[in-house]
């Protein structure tokens, strides 16, 4: 029997947007019915080209709509956890973009109208995805690899506020709540095993964009093992996150999608999952959740541990502040 398609609505047609339009055009039985954007006459060219029939720049009336199932939510970061839930209210499956909220209190209130609605809820850690990553977790799932220590380095070139096709952005990104989220999350996660430790400084802010432009922080997991992650908007070079782990059986690193040796030697990751795409992948398992009525991978549930460090590392940081 043929499964009925799944109606999504995706909500910002910017670069992140673009690329899960490009992942979920490679995912049979899933149609994007509605593009949200805040231009209107941009998010009409770009349904146009994806073969999208209703554009808007209202989030509302996307989620008006009864053909609707689900949203995607690449929005700015301010307005992830207040959108998400909006969705659930009008009874959508949701999956929002890292992070789900740029404070604990949003990120729980969040996890519980997940929790109270019933409905797939997820947001977009897609290092847990990123064939990479998945080949290393992999590993240690079957007890080949125990992880010792994570060095990871997220360096942008961002000292005007720019999104990563270098345009202008509505809002202002941040270290904390965005990028190391991902690596919070992920050395967790890898590690199977909570964060115990975390420790966080940070850079003088920028005159303008008004945050810190270079941060440091070390993490480490009940089982032993250490995370160290460098983050900076300042980096003038090779731009991105890299990921070095380093283990009692094998070295390491990972290039988002890529996985190399610690000899920088390529390792083969085409089979270990059905494609080489960490954000197509994301999608898949989203559809994939909400088809089967289980709990996905990345759950707004299961990435929460993640914000609780998050926002311990905010409250370090602020206070480091008042005593300069």
Partial sequence: MTERTLKVALAGAGAFGIKHLDGIARIDGVEVVSLVSRDLAKTREVAQKYGIGHATTELDEALARPEVDAVILCTPTQMHASQAMACLRAGKHVQVEIPMADSLADAEALVALARETGKTAMCGHTRRFNPSHQYVHQRVERGEFHIQQMDVQTYFFRRTN??????????????????????VDLFAYQCASPIVRAHAVQGPPHPELGIAMDMSIQLQAANGAICTLSLSFNNDGPLGTFFRYIGDTATYIARYDDLFTGRDEA????RVAVSMNGIELQDREFFAAIREGREPNASVAQVLPCYRVLHDLEQQLSAQSGRT
């Avoid at 720019?162 to 690596?183: F, K």
């Fill in 267 to 270: 390792i083969d990751v085409s």
């Fill in 162 to 183: 720019t999104n990563a096709l270098g345009e202008p952005r509505s809002w202002t990104d941040h270290l904390l709540w965005h990028h190391a989220a991902h690596t």
